[in-house]
């Protein structure tokens, strides 16, 4: 019978000594892909990658190039920390909480920091001004109360199981009542020939939920090079 590392790194296709994490919300890993290049994985499906500088960084960069003051952040799902430790490289924000519903995620992250010495990671896990949530993020939002500048969510795959707890009327009107009045929503969309039905049917409920709570003053739609990635930014100015 192998034992719970050997099943787990089988099954995730990886050598015997990846970096793996159990608990009651899931299963986190990161495992290596090639030279230096590493995925993470959450309950066996791939959410991001390190080193940074690709897709996750534009997500989290491109909200702070929009808001004039963007001091406090929401970011759901941690992934690899990319999104996060880009949103954190503006001077002005004071506060973000990043918010992840498998719990295992952030001692994997901080396990292959030490390992393999990266400096962001390291960087993320050292920043006063980063506070991170275990639970869920809709749930969070809705029920601390606070106000904030930026919400950032690339949590899910609007095509996959539960997506539509983040790709719904219900979620987007909450966001718009946890913002404050200059502020951004800004949830990410991937766009391809399989996911154009997704797409659209995101689209319609994103504006039609933002529209009927009067929120909409500009609306920007960005097109994250070189993937065919859509990130929906969505500037509020009641």
């Not at 099954?11 to 994490?21: E, Q, R």
């Not at 606070?146 to 199981?161: G, N, V």
């Amino acid at each position: 019978m192998p034992n719970a590392q050997s099943m787990w790194s089988v099954l995730h296709g990886s050598k015997p000594d990846f970096i793996y994490k159990e608990s009651h919300s899931g299963i986190a890993a990161v495992q290596t892909a090639y030279d230096d290049k590493y995925f993470v994985y959450v309950n066996g499906e791939g959410h991001s990658e390190i080193p940074f500088g690709h897709y996750h960084s534009q997500v989290g960069l491109a909200p702070l190039f929009l808001h004039p003051n963007p001091e406090d952040i929401a970011i759901i799902g941690l992934g690899s920390g990319d999104t996060c430790y880009s949103a954190s490289s503006h001077k002005n924000t004071k506060s973000i909480t990043c918010i992840e519903i498998v719990e295992a995620e952030l001692d994997v992250l901080k396990k292959h920091a030490q390992k393999e010495d990266y400096k962001p990671l390291k960087h993320l896990f050292s920043d006063d001004r980063i506070k991170f949530v275990s639970g869920d993020g809709r749930r969070y939002i809705e029920n601390s109360k606070k106000k904030f500048d930026i919400i950032q969510a690339d949590a899910l795959r609007p095509y996959t199981s539960r997506a539509g707890m983040l790709y719904s009327k219900e979620y987007f009107a909450l966001c718009k009542l946890a913002l404050n009045l200059v502020d951004l929503l800004s949830p990410g969309c991937p766009l391809n020939a399989h996911t154009i039905p997704f797409v659209l049917f995101f689209l319609i409920t994103y504006i039609l939920a933002l529209q009927q709570l009067a929120a909409i003053n500009q609306l920007i739609w960005i097109r994250l090079w070189p993937l065919n990635v859509i990130s929906s930014i969505v500037c509020t100015n009641e």
